[in-house]
């Protein structure tokens, strides 16, 4: 029987995450396996903030719109738009936006394979043997790897198999409809604005979107309940927005995980990374911007890793990611727990967003991927208006 090949990484998973990881870790001369199911493509809004195309150098041609402001909408129907101050927010199409990522890590040197990841085994020198099947033969076939990325999505077969908790993560159920974007005005559509509902009847503890996507829209919805209606809620969006005409391109639906695990590792040789390790922002759902930034975490920690044969820097991913994001996340997580937990609330929090502290702060934080420090008198005048919203002596 010949020798089974190779390499210093093999990465699971080729999205924002694992296409990352591959082409960080080829660029720095590591022997990388990219193995990619392919053909899949994960219900998402698509948006990707100024900072994540200076940081990973997204080329202009991948940008399939340029949003310049976003509408609130409560359960009321009452609508305040917040527009961006002389910026956009991109937005990619998640088809040919991995692919690109793909085609990347494979110019700089990544192998890649399209195959479904089935297990991890140890030979008797104590690598990882990963098994997977080639998608166009069928047949098993098996490699060996110094380590491994599981990029594998919410429900990653690789955690379940090598990380302790990464079955125990909080999700949201998401589904979304893939249109042929109307004119501009149909049904109050707007090309460059991105509509976001915050009513019980489309998500009981989420929120409803409609992004455009230039020559294409994705209206969809999350929630955390279990047996909610998603296509139902949708339906009932394109109804109301006048969007039931468009025609239906495609459709998809998959967990989309809310707060990051607590381990990222199994110690010895394997990593997770983007939404197997759980970094999607809660409250807004957002994860392509994290799922590149962790992606490039992990390859630092395995390369780290691979130079010092210590295991223990393969952790450095995970403390690195919440060094630099973990109060957002923090901060995000509680407005999701008390402000999405009834139409009230949801009420009184599309009404903060019409004042312009709440505007500006917002945009730039998410923008930039950072808390805003710069202007204490603006964090305290959003707090005694949010505790008069609370207290009923201003109106929502």
Not at 23 to 36: E, K, P, Q, W, Y
Not at 46 to 51: H, S, T, V
Not at 149 to 176: C, E, L, N, T, W
Not at 221 to 240: I, P
Request: charged fraction near 25%; charge should be positive.
């Amino acid at each position: 029987m010949p020798a089974l090949e190779t390499y210093d990484t093999v990465v699971v998973g080729g999205g924002p995450a694992g296409a990352t990881a591959a082409t960080d870790l080829a660029r720095r001369g590591r022997a990388v396996l990219l193995l990619d199911k392919a053909g899949r493509i994960k219900p998402c809004g698509g948006a990707i903030p100024p900072r994540a195309i200076r940081d990973f150098d997204i080329p202009e041609h991948m940008l399939c719109a340029k949003i310049t402001g976003a509408r609130m909408v409560a359960p009321s129907a009452r609508q305040v738009d917040m527009p961006i101050d002389g910026g956009f927010v991109g937005m990619v199409d998640r088809g040919p936006f991995d692919e690109w990522l793909r085609e990347r890590a494979a110019k700089a040197g990544a192998v890649r394979r399209t195959g479904t990841f089935e297990k991890l085994e140890r030979d008797d020198s104590g690598l990882s043997v990963l098994h997977y099947r080639d998608k166009e033969s069928g047949a098993p076939q098996s490699v060996r790897a110094r380590t491994v990325i599981g990029a594998d999505g919410a429900v990653s077969q690789v955690g379940r198999q090598a990380v302790p908790g990464a079955d125990k993560v909080p999700m949201v159920f998401a589904y979304h409809e893939i249109v042929r974007s109307p004119e501009a005005g149909v049904g109050d559509f707007d090309p460059a604005r991105c509509d976001v509902y915050y009513q019980g009847p489309l998500s009981p503890d989420f929120y409803a979107w409609i992004f455009p996507h230039g020559t294409t829209t994705s209206i969809g919805t999350g929630s955390m309940k279990k047996g909610f209606a998603l296509r139902e809620a949708v339906a009932q969006l394109r109804r109301a927005t006048g969007l039931d005409a468009c025609e239906t391109l495609r459709h998809e639906g998959a967990p989309i995980p809310l707060h990051p695990l607590k381990r990222w590792d199994n110690g010895r040789d394997v990593l997770l990374a983007g939404d197997a390790a759980g970094v999607v922002a809660p409250a807004s759902g957002e994860g392509i911007y994290y799922a590149l930034a962790g992606g490039r975490l992990a390859a630092e920690a395995v390369d780290e890793a691979l130079a010092t044969g210590d295991a223990r820097a393969l952790a450095l991913a995970r403390k690195r990611f919440m060094k630099a994001h973990g109060r957002v996340f923090f901060i995000l997580g509680m407005m999701q727990r008390f402000w999405y937990r009834s139409d009230w609330t949801r009420e009184r929090f599309v009404g903060m967003c019409r004042d312009p502290d709440v505007q500006r702060l917002t945009w730039q934080a998410y923008m930039n991927k950072e808390l805003v420090r710069a202007k204490p008198a603006a964090h305290v005048r959003i707090f005694f208006k949010d505790v008069a919203t609370l207290c009923g002596l201003a109106r929502p």
